[in-house]
């Protein structure tokens, strides 16, 4: 009873730490922007000054429609610093016309079907003993893990992003802000 009892209190510290570190006494700021619960992904994220290379890549992938639908979406958002880390010249030839499609596929790899927030995702990492598989729209997985009170997400490559800023609700789901590309 009281192994229990401990796991549910760390479940539940891990569950505040999480949330504090994102601000979630209030949805939090992201790039210097206040992200409003009554908006939808795309509206909130061109606000970000954090994230205009996301923002660029939705555009030119075409996938604006598709995150300001009613969802719900849990998207893993790069920030522009994620883009810049990747070998030079991968943006621009992602966002080059003929590549619409290794665009769309990068992009789809970072969101997946439901609101997983970061209570969710713990839930997920706990019921898989310590990991938790996420299919992503693009139809890959990712997999979820926790170190102490952070969450990370790492691709089919190994590649690991940290969740920096969890928790932040939109009208069609959360977002949670991470430090690397992931790559299907």
Known sequence: MKSKLLVAAL???????????GGMAKNPMVGGAAMLPTKDIVDNAVNSKDHTTLVAAVK???????????????????????????????????????????????????????RLDGKALIAKIEAGKGKSQ??????????????????????T?????????ANVYQKNGVIHVIDKVLMP
């Open 60 to 114: 030119a992938a075409g996938l604006v429609d598709t995150l300001k639908s009613p969802g719900p979406f849990t998207v893993f958002a790069p920030t522009n610093a994620a883009f810049a880390a990747l070998p030079a010249g991968t943006v621009d030839t992602l966002l080059k016309p003929e590549n619409k499609g290794k665009l769309t596929a990068v992009l789809t790899y970072h969101v997946v079907s439901g």
């Open 134 to 155: 996420l299919t992503t729209v693009q139809g890959a997985t990712l997999t979820a893990k926790r170190k102490g009170d952070a969450i990370m997400v790492t691709d």
């Open 157 to 165: 490559k190994g590649n690991t992003a940290n969740v920096s800023i």
């Open 11 to 21: 479940a539940a510290t891990l569950v505040v730490g999480i949330a504090n570190a």
